[in-house]
């Protein structure tokens, strides 16, 4: 249920972003959408050799996904209004996807740190995969804390099974601290550390 | 036999594109001729955990792709004059991946939702990776009817398997439906809905 | 050990390249070197059903890619002077990598056609995922000699395999073919043919 709303927040805000950023046709909004809400558990389930992907499988993800993409096609011209609630359900996909990744490594067998490392693949992928579509330099690799909050998230979650107090608690946990940091970095405009040598951002 | 006339055409097209947007040498050429032409395909067997690709796997495939991108490369010039018979072969080589790309999801048992969205993938997809590399908006998410004379296609023949009506007459009736949807809309310049209170294209 | 070695060029050399082109923070650079280093391989392992790939389950791949490009993130601004190296290091990973790339291929099982392209393919993978990522035709398929010492390599290596001389010998002397056509392409500049027709290049 939490990851059904994880993937309409994804498929709305993905849609969305793409909306603003190109021009583009009823087809190319949805499919945006759609790449968004169901890239990162696609690549996910790559490297976890667990194809066909799961949410490829279900009629029920690929029925939100496409129904988050329509929406923002429809009403995306009244959307900006609330686009406080739009980031609050991205961090919310982000946090979600982050911590069901990494724990369906651990459940495959894989290792802590490839368990992170599918974690975070799963929360940011989507979003990548549509930004490297519509010709952005995808965000993640370039501003504001985005995987860096993922990549917390999945490292407590796998803490939390490495240490044997997985459940729902240590999933809920980890996927509130991931939310938090996700908000914090949004509100104060944090920016993960850029290489040493070059001058403050400008833009 | 079809199936690699589909694939010719795309590795010409694919590669004819390429050559008009960027600089390429002979390598890159036949390599886009080849992604074109065999990158939908590609994507279908991630999919349909289909994996290694058929089409990789076949030489045929990889002959007929490599050697419609170095006609490309050798002819590029010469070619502009004969750009409404790439346009067929295109929408020919669409409607039959369309239909394959389907049939074959069907074949492996997944359901007709999974099968019409891999039917238009293996369609689409091959253009979009071609595009994502020399640097286009694919065309596919922006103008022009190309996905959906695709969805089209798969629908017609996934249903057609629903109602116990599958079979050649199907088959290439579906290719046939997408075929002309796909020429009409090049003919007509017919394009998918753009988003509502969006001025009208310009471009 | 060669591999890592190989990894380690390629990620220092990768997260090098990307923090020349565009603008990133500490993940950016680390996740662009990681990508150029791991991608190939990643690529590799979809075509030959060798999932999950074997480098993301080696933790030892991991913690080396990573490393070069943390190292490439703390001392960008000084590795200019040393560009050389890198390039030498960076036909090196081309090298190994095209050939034990193709190697894998034949030890699948898979034809000397596929096993070719398997190698090339490992070869370039990941600075082509990289360029993608940061907005550049990818440079494979515009300048130098880069496919073209990789097809090379993994012909030579796949050629003795068919005529039963496979040994380190052989592996070793075709890792020596592609690594001098590659260095002698950047030594003299050497391009692969550009379509006919076209004029000399001028950038």
Redesign the interface.
């Known amino acids: 249920m939490l990851d059904l709303i994880g993937t309409f927040a994804f498929a709305l805000n993905g849609a969305l972003t793409a909306?603003r950023a190109?021009?583009?046709?009823?087809?190319?909004?949805i499919?945006?959408g759609m790449i968004t809400a169901l890239g990162g558990g696609?690549i996910r389930d790559?490297?976890?050799?667990a194809?066909?992907?799961a949410t490829?499988?279900d009629?029920r993800y690929?029925a939100v996904a496409a129904g988050g993409g329509l929406i923002a096609?429809?009403t995306?011209?009244h959307l900006e209004r609330i686009n406080g609630t739009i980031n609050v359900l991205d961090a919310a996909g982000l946090s979600l996807f982050a911590v069901t990744g990494a724990l369906k490594a651990v459940d495959l067998g894989?290792?802590p740190?490839?368990a992170v490392?599918v974690g975070a693949i799963t929360g940011v992928g989507g979003g990548?995969l549509r930004d490297?579509?519509?010709?952005?330099?995808?965000s993640?690799?370039?501003?504001g804390l985005?995987?860096?909050p993922a990549l917390v998230g999945a490292t407590v979650v796998v803490l939390a099974d490495v240490l044997d107090a997985r459940g729902p608690v240590a999933a809920i946990g980890a996927a509130a601290v991931c939310f938090a940091i996700r908000m914090l970095g949004v509100h104060f405009d944090v920016?993960?550390?850029?290489?040493?040598?070059?001058r403050r951002?400008e833009r």
Chains 1, 2, 3 share one sequence.
């Open positions: 909306l190109t021009r583009l046709d009823i087809v190319g909004v499919t945006l696609t790559v490297f976890l050799d194809l066909p992907p490829f499988l009629w690929l096609f429809l995306g011209h894989f290792g740190a490839q490392i990548t490297v579509l519509i010709r952005q330099v995808p993640v690799l370039s501003s985005y995987a860096v920016n993960a550390p850029f290489p040493p040598g070059e951002r």
